[in-house]
T-cell receptor, first 114, second 113 residues
Framework: SQQGEEDPQALSIQEGENATMNCSYK?????LQWYRQNSGRGLVHLIL?????REKHSGRLRVTLDTSKKSSSLLITASRAADTASYFC??????????????FGKGTKLSVIP | ETGVTQTPRHLVMGMTNKKSLKCEQH?????MYWYKQSAKKPLELMFV???????ENNSVPSRFSPECPNSSHLFLHLHTLQPEDSALYLC????????????FGSGTRLTVV
């Protein structure tokens, strides 16, 4: 099944630096979403980028999508210790009868050191 | 609080027990999902309900039995589980038709002993 693969698996940066996480996928998608998960908790939806969009911003987040390379990146600018979490990309494919299937990658574990 | 509430937060059960996980949303969403999150594995979609009708069952063993009495409530009934079923079980909801973002609950941490 379609699956996003994040890179790197783990990332450690100093507070104030930018963090970049990448996601690659295999087949055509309707949209791609990024989620954040604090340790042992549920996922929080961060941003959605549609297949006909190339870049999207939300606060300190910037997401790009390159459908020709089947890849996306999430940039967090001016990172804070509170950004420490796991970040997941999820690809969305239309699965018929009005339904969409959301498939997650393994995630990138971000540590922001104060 | 995301608007999707899962209970209990933690559950320890023996392999011969029967228990149920509950999920509730009042966001007006019409699709609900169960995901399983195990250590070092991607989130696995287990079940999908659209307008309270099950539309997906991703080869989940029959010891997991979902129930969706209405579009706001979702249950996962558990019986004769195995230790490898220990995981974080996440419920999510969304609106159909838009391929939009999902709202997740905080999950139930299940330990099978």
């Amino acid at each position: 099944s379609q699956q996003g693969e994040e890179d790197p698996q783990a990332l450690s940066i100093q507070e104030g630096e930018n963090a970049t996480m990448n996601c690659s996928y295999k087949t055509s998608i309707n949209n791609l979403q990024w989620y954040r998960q604090n340790s042992g908790r549920g996922l929080v939806h961060l941003i959605l980028i549609r297949s006909n969009e190339r870049e999207k911003h939300s606060g300190r987040l910037r997401v790009t999508l390159d459908t020709s390379k089947k890849s996306s990146s999430l940039l967090i600018t001016a990172s804070r210790a509170a950004d420490t979490a796991s970040y997941f990309c999820a690809t969305v494919e239309y699965s018929g009868a009005g339904s969409y299937q959301l498939t997650f990658g393994k995630g990138t574990k971000l540590s922001v050191i104060p | 609080e995301t608007g999707v509430t899962q209970t209990p937060r933690h559950l320890v059960m023996g392999m011969t027990n029967k228990k149920s996980l509950k999920c509730e949303q009042h966001l007006g969403h019409n699709a609900m999902y169960w995901y399983k999150q195990s250590a070092k594995k991607p989130l696995e979609l287990m079940f999908v309900y659209n307008f309270k009708e099950q539309t997906e069952n991703n080869s989940v063993p029959s010891r997991f039995s979902p129930e969706c009495p209405n579009s706001s409530h979702l249950f996962l009934h558990l019986h004769t589980l195995q230790p490898e079923d220990s995981a974080l079980y996440l419920c999510a909801s969304s609106l159909l038709g838009g391929g939009g973002g999902y709202t997740f609950g905080s999950g139930t941490r299940l330990t099978v002993v």
